[in-house]
């Protein structure tokens, strides 16, 4: 996960909870996640699919959080 994508994360961290999103937030996430895992998952309204996108968005936002926070 690059910076600029981490910030974005770090901005709209209540999107990766069970939140309605706009269609640009849903696209912005998918494009986060298909750059993240090397992936390329299209856009879909499917629930799990968005869902399961969502939780690995959260580990690896995590991750690299705790990385950061232990640098300092």
């Known amino acids: 996960m690059n910076d600029k994508d981490y910030e974005w994360l770090k901005a709209n961290?209540?999107?990766?909870?069970?939140?309605?999103?706009?269609?640009?937030q849903a696209r912005m996430l998918f494009d986060i996640y298909n750059r993240t895992t090397g992936e390329s998952k299209p856009l879909t309204s499917c629930g799990r699919?968005?869902?399961?996108?969502?939780?690995?968005?959260?580990?690896e936002y995590e991750i690299i959080q705790r990385l950061r926070n232990k640098d300092r």
């Open 13 to 24: 961290y209540v999107l990766l909870g069970n939140v309605r999103m706009t269609n640009e």
């Open 49 to 59: 699919c968005v869902y399961n996108v969502k939780q690995r968005l959260k580990i």
